[in-house]
């Protein structure tokens, strides 16, 4: 009847956990209020509480698979942090080596190339003065060459012209003969030049109507032209070896301008090309540092 003892409501097993008590201490507390109203009820208090207790296993069950959840991800976070912790040290240490190669090969080609600059500069040194004193033999040998030129081309001037005078066999002209092939007796050679003088003053005494001046004028026409012939050759001769002195001259020159032309081209280039160098070695250096800087933040996150 109603006036009947309401029973009291049964503990929860001993070996629940604080969570789970904790977590029990409400829906408890709404049995027992509504334990009271349940006497008469199709639903006895009995299975009241088994609902309760299932429906709060339920709810702590499902907290638990979220918590789960959460410290899988976080678990997961920090393996995939590590992991990318790891692989970042693996490629720092193969940037580092990568670079100080890098530094190493360009700064031992930047030696190189210093090295073959510096070669050029004295080539180029050797070469500029090569060329300055070939021009100044080139020079020296062309005014010789003309000197000689000239006084050869004189002499066969003067022969030619006093050959003509005593075939002409002008009475006058032996007197003008002697200063007129003045030249060409300096360069003759000393027996021929004393035989032409021998014929001009033995020629100069005979008076020129005597049948004999013709034979002594003729013997000196006969000397001149054999002098003549002399000359000819000797200026020809003079003349093909001036032509293979000067084609040497002027192919040395242009061997040697070429060739500082050229030098002095490599040697911007080099010049640049060290600079570009220098640039890219300091470059690496400084990637080299902040490389080495990663690696170290990134070993000390893996400590």
């Not at 709404?30 to 006497?39: C, E, H, R, S, T």
């Not at 309760?52 to 899988?72: F, H, I, M, N, R």
């Not at 670079?99 to 600059?117: F, G, V, W, Y």
């Not at 030049?193 to 005494?205: D, I, P």
């Amino acid at each position: 009847g109603h006036g009947a003892q309401h029973p009291t409501p049964p503990r929860p097993p001993d070996d629940c956990s604080g969570l789970v008590r904790s977590l029990a201490m409400a829906p408890l507390r709404a049995f027992i209020a509504l334990a009271g109203v349940a006497i008469g009820a199709s639903v006895t208090p009995v299975e009241k509480v088994i609902t309760l207790l299932e429906d709060l296993k339920a709810e702590v069950e499902t907290e638990g698979k979220t918590e789960a959840t959460t410290y899988d991800k976080f678990a997961c976070f920090c393996k995939d942090k590590t992991m990318a912790k790891s692989k970042a040290v693996t490629d720092g240490r193969d940037n580092i080596d990568s670079l100080s190669a890098t530094i190493q090969e360009k700064t031992s080609e930047r030696e190189d190339k210093e090295a073959e600059l510096k070669k050029r500069m004295q080539d180029h040194e050797a070469w500029t003065a090569e060329l300055e004193d070939t021009k100044v033999r080139f020079e020296k040998a062309t005014a010789e060459y003309d000197a000689q030129a000239a006084d050869l081309s004189k002499a066969i001037s003067s022969l030619e012209g006093a050959i003509k005078a005593m075939e002409a066999s002008k009475p006058a002209s032996l007197i003008a003969l002697r200063a007129s092939v003045a030249t060409a007796m300096a360069l003759a050679p000393e027996p021929k030049r004393r035989k032409v003088s021998e014929m001009l003053q033995s020629a100069a005494k005979v008076d020129p109507d005597d049948p004999s001046y013709k034979f002594h004028s003729q013997g000196i026409v006969d000397t001149l032209a054999d002098l003549l012939k002399d000359f000819r050759a000797e200026k020809e001769t003079l003349d093909a070896e001036w032509a293979k002195a000067k084609a040497t001259y002027e192919s040395t020159i242009a061997d040697l301008e070429e060739k500082i032309r050229l030098n002095e081209k490599a040697m911007d280039e080099l010049e640049t090309s060290i600079e570009t160098l220098k640039g890219e070695i300091a470059q690496a250096r400084g990637d080299l540092v902040s490389a080495e800087g990663l690696l170290k933040d990134d070993q000390l996150y893996l400590k």
